[in-house]
């Protein structure tokens, strides 16, 4: 069984920061791509942010320059460093990620969502 869990959000003013972390854990063989999505209330889940196991990096257009995704293969997590939010990045945060179990069984995997709340 593969987990993914997330950590790092909360509420935070207008040109503020935060990171969001993602640590997946369990029956892990290989970690693939990895990613973030967000989820605002009455809209669908979009991308943000993607990166490969080689560390190629993809980004919504809208956010380059503000977010930057990151990870630590030694610790199957991946990171989102968030700058210069805005309320409109109000949003539940879910971490994404391509997992081969140790039964080389593949399958995409979602965290639980973590809330960000950009708010003065």
């Known amino acids: 069984q593969v987990q993914l869990v997330e950590s790092g959000g909360g509420l935070v003013q207008p040109g503020g920061s935060l990171r969001l972390s993602c640590a997946a854990s369990?029956?892990?063989?290989?970690?693939?791509?990895m990613g973030w999505y967000r989820q605002a209330p009455g809209k669908e889940r979009d991308l943000v942010a993607a990166i490969t196991s080689g560390g190629t990096t993809n980004y919504a257009e809208s956010l380059k320059g503000r977010f930057t995704i990151s990870r630590d293969n030694a610790k199957n997590t991946v990171y989102l460093q968030m700058n210069s939010l805005k309320p409109e990045d109000t949003a539940i945060y879910y971490c994404?990620?391509?997992?081969?179990?140790?039964?080389?069984?593949?399958?995409?995997?979602w965290g639980q969502g973590t809330q960000v709340t950009v708010s003065s």
């Open positions: 994404n990620a391509h997992i081969a179990d140790r039964t080389y069984l593949t399958g995409v995997h």
């Open positions: 369990g029956s892990i063989f290989r970690v693939d791509d």
